[in-house]
């Protein structure tokens, strides 16, 4: 070959492989330099074809490999030519799969396909980085799935780990599961949501369709709030991610995707819609389950299904509305709301409530508006949605246990584990902010004064202080809090610790709850030691600091202004989703939940005398302190002014104030330069207290906030969240909220200004004119 042919074939070579690259590449974007290129090619290993008349005994198959020709990492695009091997795209893991599995064939002779299993550990990989001449692989029997990993919940289906107090997050396809170092590696950038790679393009597991659009605590760890949104809006909007028309049957008749489009475009579509036979009322709106009562009212007229069929719900009442035998329990609430239906009667009714006998042309009432009736419908499947938002510290995670103690599930034992570790944890947190208070009281105090220590605790002490300051405390606890339990316990007596806990609002870092915890040092450390509830609604760090925490709850509504009664004449079931969660990125998420039905703000009225420190939003590396009172109304501000949340009400939640009552004696409420005219505004009374004063006037300069934005009033609640009957009060205030926002939207308050002077006193003794 001479010169020029050679020059010509590797310039031919080098132009395949840039059309390739530019394959690989995003549309528009430029070659990148050689210098700059790193990619790596996984392929599937092809074994030599075996006779059949090898004796292998594939039970016991299980061996170690030493291979020499390791496959190849490509970092260079001058090469000539491709390795000749098949290409299979495997992103989801880095180890190349194949196994050993011996099939008898139908003449009964012993069919064998190589198989074998290349599981590469992260040594093995950074032991092939150092050394590419070979590579030590364990090949073991691969049992076969249909296609789905074979995996327990708590084991990484990628490396293999697996820890009960680490969670793990899983492909909505086929529920492989991943560790936060596997999770990238495994779905890539996600453009169809939480899917590996080998799973794009393939419909998601129905079960999992709830968990559409719904980001976990790990994907908000790993992802910055942008990236988890947009996550989570391709999870939720991607093709491939929808229902397809296959799989609904309404009134008999398969949907066509012009049909499922339309009945999903609808002004009022069904909600949580799931794989199944459907009965739809094109007449009157009404839609349920096939062989089953309504569920709900959805938009009338759509052309969608075919005709209504007479048992389409399996009634067996003789009574009929618009061709339907109605179920018992229809029959039921329209005798308790007096609509006579005798058996053989057939009514016709319309989307807007109105009903008539067949043939007779003359509209006895409206349905819709009877008591009970159908109109119960829109509210049965309805969750409300309440957002709940707060600083750190504020008691949104306390509120978010004490509802779940009220009407959630019980806690699992996993979730048991956890609080015991982040508990015993947390106890020497507290205890460092008191050393490291010490060693500042005592330099303030010189040589001799009450914060001297005895020399042993000294020793710990510096150690403590010494992880925290280096960020090891992790590596130490909990692990060791059984090993140096004792000496914390006589650390926590002496007094200097005393007389440091003294001057604890000299401490902005030390919880109200350290004393709790620190006076059981001895019992929290114990290997048999079970959280009690006062623990766990003392414990903090529980719900997550970043990200959402969501809890479904329901209760029976049995306030005096509830009016309509079940199908068994009980009281109305309330179905609400409480969202809590943390700002630590501005605001930057709020577009997500424009469907919220109210907005709770947190504020613990003991915040007015201590520090918020927070990073600069234009600089991360300044630290930024001010007066933690002020960082509340900044937020409250920001959440205020946020266009989805335009025509929201917001509850004002003023909590711990069994704290703010015992510190505003000894602390006076003017230290915070938003509250330094309380004192002229105090009012000299042996009735009420000066807490209750103070409460009040706190109420009113948030008020005053809220309406300068909105011009709309702020509902505000006394709480003291370690008290379930106080949590359990405000739950129910913010129910008859959401009430009297529905009649407000249906103008039943025709003096409204006036009814805004008293909203802030409903549930108070004391009534203040502003």
Same mark, same amino acid.
């Given at each position: 070959m001479t010169d020029d042919d050679y020059a010509i074939n590797e310039q031919t070579s080098k132009q395949h492989w840039e059309d390739l690259l530019r394959k690989m590449l995003p549309a528009g974007a430029p070659l990148p330099d050689e210098d700059q290129l790193d990619y790596s090619i996984s392929v599937e290993y092809q074994p030599p074809t075996r006779p059949h008349n090898n004796n292998i005994n594939h039970h016991s198959l299980s061996r170690t490999i030493t291979t020499t020709n390791p496959i190849p990492i490509i970092k260079n695009s001058n090469f000539t030519k491709p390795p000749k091997i098949h290409h299979k795209y495997t992103s989801a893991t880095t180890n190349l799969a194949v196994s050993l599995v011996t099939q008898a064939s139908e003449t009964g002779e012993d069919e064998i396909s190589n198989v074998l299993s290349f599981d590469t550990t992260q040594e093995e990989e950074e032991e092939e980085d150092n050394n590419d001449s070979s590579t030590s692989v364990t090949a073991s029997p691969v049992v076969e799935t249909g296609g789905k990993k074979n995996q327990k919940k708590n084991i990484c289906s990628r490396c293999g780990n697996g820890n009960r107090l680490k969670e793990k997050e899983g492909c909505i396809v086929c529920d492989a599961r991943y560790c936060s =170092?596997?999770? #990238?590696? @495994?779905?890539?950038?996600?453009?169809?949501? *939480? !899917?590996?790679v080998g799973c794009i393009g393939q419909p998601i597991d129905e079960s999992r369709r709830q968990r559409l659009g719904k980001c976990s605590r790990m994907l908000s760890k790993i992802c910055s709030p942008l990236e988890a949104r947009q996550i989570m809006l391709a999870e939720k909007e991607c093709f491939a991610n929808q229902l397809r028309p296959e799989q609904l049957v309404v009134n008999g008749r398969q949907l066509r995707q012009e049909d499922l489009c339309e009945l999903l475009g609808c002004r009022v579509p069904p909600l949580k819609l799931k794989p199944g036979k459907y009965w739809y009322d094109k007449d009157s709106g009404l839609w349920g389950q096939e062989g089953e009562k309504p569920d709900r009212i959805v938009s009338s007229k759509l052309n969608v299904g075919g005709k209504l069929q007479m048992d389409a719900s399996n009634g067996n009442t003789q009574v009929y509305i618009n061709g339907r035998e109605i179920t018992k329990v229809e029959l039921r609430v329209l005798k308790l709301a007096k609509v006579q239906c005798p058996q053989g009667t057939h009514f016709w009714l319309y989307d807007d409530g109105s009903y008539e006998e067949e043939g007779q042309n003359n509209i006895k009432g409206n349905i819709w508006g009877k008591v009970g009736?159908?109109? =119960?419908?829109?509210? %049965?499947? *309805?969750?409300? !949605?309440?957002? #709940?938002?707060?600083?750190?510290? %504020?008691?949104t995670s306390t509120i978010f246990k004490q509802v779940r103690f009220l009407y959630g599930d019980k806690l699992s034992s996993e979730e048991l584990q956890h609080l015991k570790l982040m508990i015993q944890s947390n106890t020497y947190r507290y205890l460092s902010v008191l050393l490291e208070g010490r060693e500042r009281f005592e330099e303030e105090d010189g040589s001799e004064s009450v914060y001297s220590f005895k020399p042993k605790f000294k020793h710990f002490s510096d150690w403590l202080l010494d992880i925290m300051a280096m960020g090891d405390f992790e590596n130490y606890f909990p692990a060791a809090t059984r090993e140096y339990a004792p000496l914390v316990d006589e650390i926590w007596k002496d007094p200097a610790i005393q007389e440091t806990y003294k001057r604890r609002d000299e401490l902005n870092f030390l919880p109200d709850v350290a004393k709790y915890f620190l006076d059981q040092t001895i019992e929290l450390s114990s290997n048999d030691y079970e959280p009690s509830e006062k623990d766990i609604l003392y414990a903090q760090g529980v719900t997550p600091t970043n990200g959402l925490s969501c809890l479904d709850f329901s209760f029976r509504d049995h306030s005096p202004m509830s009016t309509s009664d079940d199908e068994n004449g009980q009281s109305p079931l309330i179905r609400f989703q409480l969202l809590g969660m943390k700002l630590h990125d501005g605001c930057k998420w709020l577009d997500m939940f424009e469907d919220a039905r109210l907005v709770i703000f947190c504020v613990a009225l003991s915040d007015y005398d201590q520090v918020w420190a927070h990073k600069d939003k234009d600089n991360d590396d300044v630290i930024i302190t001010e007066n933690k009172m002020l960082a509340n109304r900044?937020?409250?501000? *920001? #959440? @205020?002014?946020?266009?989805?949340?335009?025509?929201?009400p917001f509850v004002l939640i003023l909590n711990k104030y069994d704290i703010f009552e015992e510190k505003i004696g000894r602390t006076p409420l003017s230290v915070c330069e938003w509250f330094s005219d309380f004192g002229a505004a105090l009012v000299k009374t042996s009735t009420v207290s000066l807490a209750n004063q103070a409460y009040y006037y706190v109420g009113i300069k948030f008020k005053e906030v809220y309406a300068g934005i909105t011009g709309r009033k702020l509902f505000v609640w006394q709480s003291v969240g370690r008290e379930r009957g106080s949590v359990q009060g405000g739950i129910s205030y913010i129910t008859e909220v959401i009430r009297w926002d529905q009649q407000r939207h249906q103008h039943l308050y025709a003096h409204d200004d006036d009814h805004d002077n008293t909203s802030f006193y409903t549930h108070s003794n004391l009534i203040v004119n502003k």
């Open positions: =170092n596997c999770l #990238l590696k @495994a779905m890539g950038s996600m453009p169809e949501g *939480r !899917k590996c009736v159908y109109s =119960n419908l829109e509210h %049965s499947t *309805r969750v409300d !949605k309440l957002m #709940l938002f707060g600083l750190e510290g %504020s008691g900044d937020l409250f501000e *920001r #959440l @205020a002014k946020q266009a989805c949340f335009a025509d929201i």
